[in-house]
């Protein structure tokens, strides 16, 4: 059951942003020749040439920034409660086994369930505000740093938890002080996971639900109709763009933060 | 004061296992007195670190009892600190080198947290690693650090399992020296496990020799080696190539679990 939701990156992100660059450009002309040649109908899938431009201009339109804004400001606020909620949680379920043989069969019941599959549900019941996609956020950002707390602690080196024990920590000082550090590179590897995933949600969920104020519900607008389909795409490309951030930010935390995991990763 | 710093009576643990239970220690009767260095040496397997376990609460001993400076020790006693052999795994990666020394102060003020880091460090000869992190450092330089982490604890007593079992013969020789200066400077009482046999006579004051699975005392020696020891011309004295000898043959002999059942 050692298994964990992705490794700690260690590999520093610089080295890497050339390639990364090249392939993005890559996809890009790719793109571009498809949606030149009619490989694919051009009306909708506008070349990048139309959607580079039509990027530039939403950054400087101010609805669109609003709505970027709350869609960011959702997913944090998820993300932040999710770690809030997961992080004691898994570290209960990972150090004391009574409790995680009781949760176990609700906890594998309930993480299958697509949080995306709640949305119509969840706007019966709380409405359209945004403290819904908040809310299925949390559900969906929940799981990988759970998982991932609670694997860590199965990796808990006992031989730290000993020497922290016969220096004389006590049983709670153990988990703040030895199994929560050990265990927080994969808790960062989590989180990284989870920005990906509460994104999605929130975005889904403002699509779905045209009254809350977003990324989602602006894509859906400028869809209506076909007409705007330049922005539909600048908008999706931008969606995409703030969860590589994320994702490149929380990767380069983790190097700077987990050094010291990086040559323990080596070794094993 | 207490002359008797630790005195083990009669000690036994059996740990159950799913194929049955499994003697590890029995019958263990012994005292270390304040400020004495003992060496308890035993083959692979027997029971040390069971013993250094039970001595250190981390786990309760089936029988027996044993007592520190006269109060039975009943869980994790407060002034007592370990060695392990495996100082990769008992160092925080984590933490710096200061910050893993001083991690058991943690009932201290700040100020008087660095001092004491700091002036463990330099007993060890590491007054400039602080911010290093245990990773960048050597074994013998993370067995050092590991020392001064018990050292900066001012304990009762020092438990040391096989600490210098895992560095080259080189570093070996300089931590034994390392540990005799220390615990002349401080005086700390110290037991220490080991199943090397010329390093139970080299740093002990009294050798405990421990018989094969489960572990009994077949025999405590008096080293008469006097205060200063040195690696080279120790060894070689008649006295040393003696006890050493006798040690080995006490290991050899001693009884194994079928005849004493
Ligand atoms: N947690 C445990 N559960 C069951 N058996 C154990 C456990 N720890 C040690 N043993 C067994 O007890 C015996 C003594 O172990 P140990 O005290 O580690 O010996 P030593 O330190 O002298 O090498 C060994 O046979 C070992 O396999
Ligand atoms: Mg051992």
Redesign the pocket.
């Known amino acids: 059951m050692g298994f964990l939701l992705g490794k700690p990156s260690t590999v520093s992100g610089t080295r890497r942003v050339p390639a990364s660059l090249v392939g993005l450009a890559g996809l890009f002309l790719i793109w571009e020749v498809a949606s030149q040649t009619g490989l694919v109908p051009e009306l909708y899938l506008r070349p990048p040439s139309e959607v580079l431009p039509a990027m530039v201009g939403l950054l400087g339109d101010e609805k669109f920034l609003r709505a970027l804004l709350a869609t960011v400001l959702a997913t944090v606020i998820a993300l932040l409660i999710a770690i809030l909620i997961a992080v004691p949680g898994g570290l209960v379920l990972g150090s004391i086994p009574l409790v995680r043989r009781a949760c176990m069969t609700v906890v594998e019941f309930l993480r299958p369930i697509p949080s995306v599959a709640l949305i119509p549900l969840a706007l019966l019941i709380t409405g359209t505000g945004p403290d819904t996609k908040i809310a299925l956020a949390v559900y969906g950002a929940l799981w990988p740093i759970l998982f991932n707390t609670m694997y860590a602690l199965d990796e808990l080196d006992p031989l730290h938890v000993e020497t922290a024990r016969a220096f004389g920590t006590g049983r709670v000082a153990v988990l703040t002080r030895i199994a929560l550090p050990s265990a927080a590179p994969f808790v960062l590897t989590g989180v990284r996971l989870s920005f990906t995933i509460a994104l999605a949600v929130v975005v889904s969920t403002e699509l779905f639900a045209g009254g809350t104020k977003g990324l989602g519900q602006f894509i859906m607008e400028a869809n209506s109709g076909g007409a705007h389909m330049d922005q539909v795409l600048a908008g999706t490309v931008i969606a995409g763009l703030v969860g590589y951030a994320a994702n490149a930010g929380l990767e380069r935390l983790n190097a700077k933060l987990f050094a010291w995991n990086a040559p323990r990763g080596e070794a094993s | 004061m207490v002359r008797t710093m630790l005195d083990v009576a009669d000690l036994g643990h059996t ?1 159950q ?1 799913k194929d049955g239970a ?1 003697d ?2 029995d019958g263990l009767t012994f005292t270390v007195e304040a400020g004495e260095l003992v060496c308890v040496v ?10 250094l ?1 039970s001595i250190s609460g981390l786990i309760r001993p089936t029988r027996g009892t044993v007592s520190l400076h006269g109060t039975p020790v009943d869980g994790v006693p407060a002034d007592l600190a370990v060695v392990f052999q495996d100082y990769s795994r008992s160092l925080f990666p984590w933490l710096t080198v200061q910050r893993n020394v001083e991690f058991p102060l943690r009932e201290l003020s700040k100020a008087e947290r660095t001092a004491r880091a700091g002036e463990a460090l330099a007993a060890v000869g590491l007054e400039n690693a602080g911010r290093k992190y245990p990773w960048q450092l050597s074994g013998g330089m993370q067995q050092r650090v590991a020392i001064a982490r018990a050292l900066a604890y001012r304990p009762a007593l020092l438990l040391m ?2 600490p210098f079992a895992s560095v080259d013969a080189q570093t070996r020789f300089e931590l034994e020296d390392l540990l005799l200066r220390v615990r002349r400077e401080q005086d700390t009482t110290v037991l220490l ?1 080991t ?1 090397d046999i010329d390093e139970s006579v080299y740093l002990g004051d009294r050798v405990l020799v421990l018989s094969k ?1 489960p ?1 009994r005392v077949v025999a405590a020696l008096d080293v008469g080696l006097g205060e200063k020891r040195d690696q080279i011309t120790t060894r070689s004295s008649d006295e040393f190539v003696e006890l050493r000898a006798k040690v080995a043959g006490l290991l050899q002999s001693a009884p194994t679990a079928e005849t004493v059942h």
């Open positions: 740990y296992a499994h590890a220690i035993g083959p692979s397997g027997c029971g040390k670190s069971t013993l376990r399992d096989e496990v199943h699975s572990a």
